[in-house]
């Protein structure tokens, strides 16, 4: 091999290095980009442990005084998991807002209070000191919301329990064909108005609404 033929072969023999210098070079680009996540330019890691996302149906904390015992409200008091059974007492909380519950010494404060909280409270009262264990159940005369407008069945429902405006709806026979699903109007028994849309409650849970005793539900038509 002549001379000028031996630089030719070297010149290519260098080309060649370079083109897999590069070519190591790129291909470890693209894999460190993909382990980078867009827009912020941080590296992604497994989340730590104990780490969730949240609850979409996260429970609402703020109960409205609606939910709440108030003064004159009348009560039962019912009594069970004993061999012997103290009758139910019923009475109406008075205006200081407080009971007086039968075999305890003491007044107990009620208004501002849930049910359940309310029962736990004489619960604890009553055990150890006068019972070994009983339960207590306490009950209110009946409750109701109102749902009206373009509901299949306009009407007063029996308020129960935990229940959502969407619920409430569904409970009626659902929305007619010209409801205004977007713009449903909740007149609070605080004189309060809240405004829900309920189409995008069906697809999204955290964004219905809560419906307590004494609160009235609209569905207006829509505009066409």
Do not use: H
């Not at 897999?20 to 912020?40: D, E, K, Q, R, Y």
């Not at 409750?143 to 299949?152: I, K, L």
């Not at 619920?167 to 010209?178: H, N, Y």
């Not at 849309?197 to 569905?219: F, M, N, Q, S």
Request: glycine residues 6%.
């Amino acid at each position: 091999m002549n001379f000028e033929a031996s630089l030719v072969v070297r010149y290519f023999m260098l080309r060649a290095k370079k083109l897999m210098t590069w070519s190591t070079l790129l291909i470890t680009a693209v894999f460190l980009t993909g382990c980078v996540s867009p827009g912020n330019g941080s590296i992604q890691s497994t989340p730590p442990l104990g780490v969730r996302d949240t609850d979409q149906t996260s429970v609402i904390n703020e109960v409205p005084s609606s939910d709440l015992l108030e003064p004159g409200n009348p009560i039962t008091i019912s009594f069970s998991g004993l061999s012997t059974v103290p009758l139910p007492f019923t009475c109406r909380i008075r205006e200081d807002g407080t009971i007086t519950p039968p075999y305890l010494d003491k007044q107990i404060k009620a208004a501002g209070k849930t049910i359940g909280a309310l029962e736990q409270e004489l619960e604890k009262a009553y055990v150890p000191k006068i019972y070994r264990t009983i339960n207590v159940t306490i009950r209110t005369a009946e409750r109701f919301y109102f749902v009206g407008g373009e509901v299949r069945q306009p009407s007063r429902q029996p308020y129960i329990g935990r229940i959502t405006v969407s619920q409430a709806i569904q409970s009626v026979g659902d929305f007619t064909d010209f409801a205004d699903k977007r713009k449903v109007r909740i007149f609070r028994s605080n004189n309060k108005v809240q405004i829900v849309d309920c189409k995008a409650a069906l697809e999204d849970p955290t964004k219905d609404v809560l419906i307590y005793p004494g609160d009235r539900i609209v569905v207006d038509s829509k505009l066409f």
